[in-house]
């Protein structure tokens, strides 16, 4: 037999390891509220190469391939255990057995590392938290993707409606568009099931998701109640109201907490999960996730100001174009915006620097923002450039924040690459706030650069989900857990 027929039958091994690995991940999700991981990628309702990939993947931040003939025991080892709702990384796992040197068996060492999730010390499954989306437009349709392929058993959240304004035709070609514009998308794909229109009850059907779109002009003019909508999370993707006073009208019959998907103005909160998630009172009900931008830019900041401290710093957004801009020349109330999104490179404002300092308070560090729009749909690029209070080297940055990405508090948000040829559309779908790119990272004495991946639309969608599970009390502890 010859190398390439060695290769060839090593492959279709692996292929029929991850097909088996499927129906055991499954599973664990649909009964027990147990997403499986490797290295912060979900494993849930992949495929067998998308399995096999996110082992590979992990190459590009640990150094070695990870084999699913090392991770298939530890998957064997969850499902003979009593887990309650929790995350649990497989290549956690097999990292932490490598280093271990007390000869445990992989079934004595996983149920040691899972401890806080089974037996007496697991948490028991919630009821199901309901979710409002306002507005449907592009972070709207991605918050209802996430919303219904993270649904699992049930006991978690549920999307139940969705507002909008009617459009100019009948009610329903609107709804059709609505569930066509769910079902396809240029840049994100097929929706990953199946989606059908129930015409006479303004609903959407999607994968057994009973989805009611109301029809509003203004928040004040609907009782949630009326239906069957009770303490409910209300998602406003519209931008239209950013302070407080405007929020509050969503305060509705049926409605608990408003969470908003810009940056909140006045004494609105801004939430960047990771990094000051836990800082949400419990009673507050209006909060914001901030922008993209903001959200890619702080755990990094977070991560260096912790290490190294951060003097002064200047981010340099090369952000993807946006519907607030126009295709071709025409009128916009702001500069530039209005010359075309496609044709043109377009210098503009970006808030991300200012709303630092909510989301980091502690952080003394003065930084400065701009940004320029570019022609392409979706990801961006921020370039982080900070003045260190220590001088240190390139390899030391870039190792830190391998680790960073693999093991900490924020290994959700920061992911890492050292692909040599990477370009914006590798990271479509990227579900982290952010990934630093090893390669174009520059370090001088005390001055680092930080090249910063990040799908604008996507990850901060995963972001979002994560504040609203946080907040939901959906949000469970991921074994083993991360280093500080």
């Given at each position: 037999?010859t190398v390439?027929?060695?290769s060839?039958?090593n492959?279709k091994?692996?292929e029929?390891?991850?097909?088996?690995?499927?129906?055991?991940i499954?599973k664990?999700?649909?009964?027990?509220?147990?997403t499986?991981?490797?290295?912060?990628r979900?494993?849930?309702?992949?495929s067998?190469v998308?399995?096999?990939?996110a082992?590979r993947f992990a190459?590009?931040?640990?150094?070695e391939e990870l084999?699913?003939?090392e991770?298939?025991?530890?998957?064997?080892?969850?499902?003979t255990l009593?887990?309650?709702?929790?995350?649990i990384?497989?290549?956690?796992l097999v990292?932490a057995?490598?280093d271990?040197n007390?000869g445990l068996?992989?079934?004595?060492?996983t149920?040691?590392?899972v401890a806080g999730?089974?037996g007496?010390?697991k948490i028991?499954r919630?009821e199901g938290?309901?979710?409002v989306l306002?507005?449907f437009?592009?972070?709207?349709?991605?918050?209802?993707?996430?919303l219904?392929e993270?649904?699992g058993s049930g006991?978690?959240?549920?999307?139940r409606?969705?507002v909008v304004r009617?459009?100019?035709?009948?009610?329903?070609e609107?709804?059709?568009k609505?569930?066509?514009?769910?079902r396809?998308d240029s840049?994100?794909g097929?929706?990953?099931?199946?989606?059908?229109?129930?015409e006479?009850?303004?609903?959407i059907?999607?994968n057994?998701?009973?989805?009611k779109?109301?029809?509003?002009?203004?928040?004040?003019?609907v009782?949630?109640?009326?239906y069957?909508?009770?303490?409910?999370?209300?998602?406003d993707?519209?931008?239209k109201?950013?302070?407080?006073?405007?929020?509050?009208?969503?305060?509705?019959p049926?409605?608990?907490k408003v969470?908003?998907t810009a940056?909140g103005?006045?004494?609105?909160?801004?939430?960047v999960?990771?990094?000051n998630?836990d800082?949400?009172?419990?009673?507050e009900?209006?909060l914001?996730c901030?922008s993209?931008?903001t959200?890619?830019?702080?755990?990094?900041?977070?991560a260096?100001?912790?290490?190294?401290g951060v003097?002064?710093?200047?981010v340099?957004?090369v952000?993807s174009f946006?519907?607030?801009?126009n295709?071709?020349?025409n009128?916009?109330k702001?500069?530039?915006?209005?010359?075309s999104?496609?044709l043109?490179?377009?210098?503009?404002?970006t808030?991300?620097?200012?709303a630092?300092a909510k989301?980091?308070p502690?952080?003394?560090?003065?930084?400065?923002?701009?940004?320029?729009?570019v022609?392409v749909?979706d990801?961006?690029?921020a370039?982080?450039?900070?003045?260190?209070?220590r001088?240190?080297?390139?390899?030391?940055?870039l190792?830190?924040?391998?680790?960073v990405?693999?093991?900490?508090?924020?290994k959700r948000?920061?992911?890492?690459?050292s692909?040599?040829?990477?370009v914006?559309?590798?990271f479509?779908?990227?579900?982290?706030?952010s990934?630093v790119d090893?390669g174009?990272?520059?370090v001088d004495?005390?001055n680092?650069i930080l090249?910063?991946?990040y799908?604008?639309e996507?990850?901060y969608?995963?972001?979002?989900i994560?504040?609203?599970?946080?907040?939901?009390?959906?949000?469970?502890?991921?074994y083993p857990a991360?280093?500080?």
């Amino acid at each position: 037999m010859t190398v390439n027929d060695d290769s060839f039958t090593n492959w279709k091994n692996r292929e029929e390891i991850a097909e088996s690995m499927i129906p055991m991940i499954g599973k664990l999700h649909r009964e027990r509220d147990v997403t499986v991981l490797i290295h912060s990628r979900s494993l849930v309702n992949k495929s067998v190469v998308s399995i096999l990939k996110a082992h590979r993947f992990a190459r590009q931040i640990t150094g070695e391939e990870l084999s699913v003939t090392e991770t298939l025991p530890f998957l064997k080892a969850l499902t003979t255990l009593d887990l309650g709702p929790s995350q649990i990384d497989l290549g956690l796992l097999v990292a932490a057995y490598r280093d271990d040197n007390r000869g445990l068996s992989v079934e004595e060492f996983t149920a040691e590392a899972v401890a806080g999730a089974t037996g007496a010390n697991k948490i028991e499954r919630r009821e199901g938290r309901d979710v409002v989306l306002y507005g449907f437009g592009r972070i709207g349709r991605l918050l209802a993707r996430l919303l219904i392929e993270k649904a699992g058993s049930g006991n978690g959240l549920r999307l139940r409606a969705i507002v909008v304004r009617r459009g100019s035709g009948r009610a329903s070609e609107d709804l059709v568009k609505r569930a066509s514009l769910l079902r396809r998308d240029s840049i994100h794909g097929q929706f990953q099931g199946t989606i059908t229109v129930d015409e006479e009850n303004s609903t959407i059907l999607a994968n057994g998701n009973r989805i009611k779109v109301i029809y509003a002009d203004d928040p004040a003019s609907v009782d949630y109640t009326a239906y069957g909508i009770k303490n409910a999370i209300l998602i406003d993707n519209t931008g239209k109201w950013r302070d407080r006073e405007g929020l509050s009208q969503h305060l509705r019959p049926g409605i608990d907490k408003v969470v908003l998907t810009a940056p909140g103005k006045g004494d609105v909160p801004n939430i960047v999960h990771g990094v000051n998630h836990d800082t949400i009172k419990p009673d507050e009900r209006i909060l914001s996730c901030a922008s993209c931008t903001t959200n890619a830019i702080v755990p990094p900041l977070k991560a260096m100001d912790d290490e190294y401290g951060v003097l002064r710093g200047h981010v340099e957004t090369v952000h993807s174009f946006t519907n607030d801009q126009n295709l071709l020349d025409n009128y916009h109330k702001a500069d530039r915006r209005g010359r075309s999104a496609p044709l043109n490179m377009v210098i503009t404002e970006t808030g991300a620097a200012s709303a630092v300092a909510k989301a980091l308070p502690d952080l003394k560090a003065k930084i400065t923002g701009s940004s320029i729009r570019v022609p392409v749909p979706d990801v961006s690029i921020a370039i982080l450039n900070l003045q260190l209070a220590r001088e240190t080297t390139r390899e030391e940055v870039l190792d830190y924040l391998r680790k960073v990405s693999l093991t900490s508090p924020l290994k959700r948000q920061i992911d890492f690459t050292s692909a040599p040829d990477a370009v914006s559309s590798d990271f479509i779908g990227s579900r982290h706030a952010s990934i630093v790119d090893a390669g174009a990272t520059k370090v001088d004495g005390d001055n680092a650069i930080l090249y910063l991946w990040y799908d604008n639309e996507f990850g901060y969608s995963c972001q979002v989900i994560r504040v609203v599970q946080y907040i939901s009390g959906v949000e469970y502890p991921t074994y083993p857990a991360p280093t500080s």
